[in-house]
Every structure is written in C-alpha cells, then in structure tokens.
C-alpha cells in the first residue's frame, strides 16, 4: 500500500488547459500597434455610445462669440479646446456626439451585408451548381457598379436617411463576403472531416452550419473589421458630397464638408474630423492586421513568440 502511494505521489501534474482569453490578451499586448489601436477604438465605441446622451446640447447651443475660435485656448472651457464651428459650437463635442451616426452606419452596412453575403455564399459554395451559378451573377450585377457611383444614384433618389445609407451601403458590400464565404466553402467542403459527416448521413443545414461556418467564419470577420473602415470613408465621402446624412443630424463626414468654405480662415473646421476618421480608419487596419495573424495556426506563434524572446 505504501509503494503504491508513493508511485501517486510521483506522478507528473496535468498541466492545465490554456485559457483563450488570457491567450488573446496576450497576443493582442505582444502586438503594440494593434493593442493602442484596440484602446483607441474602445474610446470611439464608448463616445459613440455616451456622447450624445452627455454631450448633445452642448454640441447644439451656437454661441456666435465663439464663431471660427481658434484651438488650444485652454482658458475656455473643454468642448472648446479645440475650437468653435461657423455658429459657435464646439468642435471637440460635436466630434464626440457626431461619432455616434458615423460608428452607428458602418456598424450597421457592415453587419448587413456580413450577414447576407455570408449566407449567400455558403450556399453558393456547397450546393448545386444552379443555384450557384444563379447567386454568382447577382453578385456579378451588384460589382458591375462602382460602389460608391450606386450609392449616390440610390440616395439622389431616396431621402438621405440614416436607414437608406445603411442598406445602400449594405447592398454594395454583399459580394465582397459572398466571393469570399463561397471560395472557402469550395475548399472546406473537400476535407476529410466534411466527408465523414456526409458518410454518416448529416443534413446540409448541419454540415453547413457546424462544420463549414465555424472554419470559414474568422476570415470572413478580418475582412469585415477592413472593411468596416472602407464603408466609414464612402459614408464620410458621400457626406462630403452632401448627400449622405443632412443637418440636422450631424456625421465626421458631414463636419469635414461643412468646414470646407473656412479651410484658409477656420482649417480645423475640417482638420479635426478628418483627422478622427484617419485616426479611426488606421485603427481598423491595424487591428485587422492583428486579427489576420491572431486567427491563423500557422501564424500565431509570430505573436506568442515575442512573450518567449522577451522573457
């Protein structure tokens, strides 16, 4: 009995299984680029959340004594820090409270379209050929515009609201994950782990959705957080043309091209917004970056190595 407890006794511990979010967080502070890009935009996320229920009035009230004042008078008070507008308003509040609708269309273009186009494309992928062929040319037909062109025939025709600039925004995004999502479903469909759930008489429905979307599904979110800044620009970039969002509401785009008239007297009209689209546009590709090696096996240990060659 005493042997039997000592050979207990010498047996090596289990080690214990790795927790994946102190793997992520890890990986995202090895990356130190990627890690003030994900602070940076938590920032936005939460001005987009809280600016305007804080902050809305005061990014409305004119106070034409303030027209065009210049930045960095710290002697004012803070939403004036960096400036005031043609009417007096604050830049740095209406900066905060417009970060909302900006956040706020790219969220929702992106989330659409994600959504669509990913159905679209494993369907696409792993059923018949007519079915494929028919949903390709839709895709087809969509890619046939310039992006940026159909959004402004549409919002011409339409009110420019923030629900029309969602769904145009959407709609010229499908094909980007439907291309995408039907390519990895083609490839995914051929591997052994797909063919033993066909062989043991799995549903469609559940190959699809079990076996096939959880591997072609970080792809398809990388290029998402991409293209999350791609849609911000046409949204600033129809905006500026003025006919994306309208007064009264108010977008970073929208600012930048109301600040076009006073570039030579007032430039931070249209510096400051522009510079918080640049600053959040960066953000995203620097975290998609991140995200690109974070989610790939055979490229993460470029991550967890700097924790090893540091200690």
């Known amino acids: 009995m005493t042997q039997i407890q000592n050979q207990d006794t010498d047996l090596p511990d289990i080690p214990k299984a790795p927790n994946p979010v102190g793997q992520t967080l890890q990986m995202l502070w090895n990356d130190k680029f990627a890690f003030v890009s994900v602070v940076f935009l ?12 804080l902050l809305e009035d005061v990014a409305t009230k004119q106070n034409l004594r303030g027209r065009n004042a210049p930045p960095f008078d710290f002697s004012a008070s803070w939403p004036y820090w960096l400036g005031g507008d043609a009417l007096g308003r604050p830049l740095l509040a209406r900066i905060i409270v417009a970060a909302q609708n900006t956040i706020f269309v790219a969220a929702g273009a992106v989330f659409f379209s994600l959504i669509i186009g990913t159905a679209l494309g494993l369907v696409a992928g792993y059923t018949t050929k007519t079915w494929s062929q028919v949903i390709m040319r839709l895709a087809d037909i969509i890619m046939a515009f310039p992006s940026l062109l159909l959004a402004v025939i549409v919002l011409f025709m339409l009110d420019s609201s923030v629900f029309n600039l969602v769904i145009v925004l959407a709609i010229t995004r499908i094909p980007v994950y439907l291309r995408t999502a039907r390519a990895e479903t083609l490839e995914v469909r051929e591997r052994m782990f797909v063919q033993a759930a ?25 290029i998402a957080t991409l293209d999350f800044a791609f849609v911000m620009l046409a949204e600033s970039a129809l905006s500026f043309l003025g006919i994306g969002i309208q007064p009264p509401e108010i977008t970073w785009g929208l600012m930048v091209s109301l600040g076009r008239p006073y570039l030579t007297t007032a430039w931070g009209l249209s510096l400051w917004p522009g510079l918080a689209i640049i600053l959040t546009t960066l953000s995203l590709n620097l975290v998609s970056n991140w995200m690109r090696t974070a989610l790939d096996p055979a490229q993460r240990w470029r991550l967890e190595n700097v924790r090893k060659q540091n200690g």
């Open 198 to 222: 066909q062989v043991m008489g799995a549903s469609t429905r559940r190959i699809i959705f079990r076996h096939i979307l959880p591997v072609v599904f970080p792809t398809l979110v990388t």
């Open 42 to 53: 938590l920032i936005v996320v939460l001005c987009a959340l809280f600016g305007p229920l």
